[in-house]
């Protein structure tokens, strides 16, 4: 069936250094994407998302890259801070743009 | 800008007993959704509801869960009975559209959850 997946689990960075996390789903269909943030304790908190008309979406630190060739999507996340610290996840939205999620990327930012 | 409440914030309960969780959305917003989030998983959309009526509850396994939004604001879930695999954080979210043009409008605002073990 189609999946929405993350490559790694985990990702440890060190304070100011970049962070990339990925994601590749399987469904053509998806045409509305969405990176969330979920710290300890606390509901997933929306980031930054993209459309499949586009290729790139900048935020404040953020950008999302969307590669629909190879149904890859990428949170970039510059100058990453020990706040950053959190499960992120990818999810997709069909024509309802209810969002489907991923199991999630934990990154672990080093002080 | 007060945001998603829910309560309680952790339960335990035994297997076969119920419960009910209670969500109050953000002020306004239309659409209020539930979610269970299994440990180590993403959030699994329950049920959606579009003001007090429901929109998309396909994935609730309607034999031992049910959830109102009487009055389109409020909204309740409860298990009975609850079974082991139902221990999860149950989301509630709310957002002032109902998800179909993906703009700013359908950004889903997510409340703490709620913490279930079911023994």
């Known amino acids: 069936g189609e999946s929405v997946g993350l490559h790694l689990p985990t990702l440890s960075v060190q304070e100011g250094d970049n962070s990339i996390i990925n994601c590749a789903y399987s469904?053509?269909?998806?045409?509305?994407f969405i990176w969330y943030k979920q710290e300890s304790g606390k509901g997933p908190q929306f980031i930054i998302d993209?459309?499949?008309?586009?290729d790139k979406r900048q935020g404040q630190r953020v950008t999302v890259l969307l590669n629909k060739t190879v149904k890859h999507l990428s949170l970039q996340i510059a100058a990453t801070q020990p706040g950053d610290s959190a499960v992120y996840f990818c999810?997709?939205?069909?024509?309802?743009?209810?969002?489907?999620f991923g199991r999630g990327t934990s990154l672990i930012v080093h002080p | 800008e007060a945001g998603v409440a829910q309560s309680p914030r952790y339960k335990i309960i035994e297997k076969r007993q119920s419960v009910a969780f209670w969500c109050n959305p953000i002020?306004?917003?239309?659409?209020l959704y539930w979610y269970q989030q299994i440990l180590g998983q993403g959030p699994k959309l329950l049920i959606q509801?579009?003001?007090?009526?429901?929109?998309?509850d396909s994935q609730l396994p309607k034999d031992r869960f049910s959830a109102e939004r009487l009055k389109g604001v409020d909204s309740t879930l409860k298990i009975q009975p609850a079974k082991l695999e139902d221990s999860a954080v149950y989301l509630c979210?709310?957002?002032?559209?109902?998800?179909?043009?993906?703009?700013?409008?359908?950004?889903?605002?997510f409340g703490p959850g709620t913490r279930l073990t079911v023994l």
């Open positions: 979210a709310s957002s002032l559209d109902r998800g179909l043009t993906g703009g700013p409008s359908d950004t889903q605002y």
């Open positions: 469904n053509s269909a998806s045409d509305y």
């Open positions: 993209i459309r499949s008309n586009m």
């Open positions: 999810a997709e939205g069909g024509g309802s743009y209810i969002p489907t």
């Open positions: 002020s306004g917003h239309a659409t």
């Open positions: 509801f579009q003001n007090n009526g429901v929109v998309d």
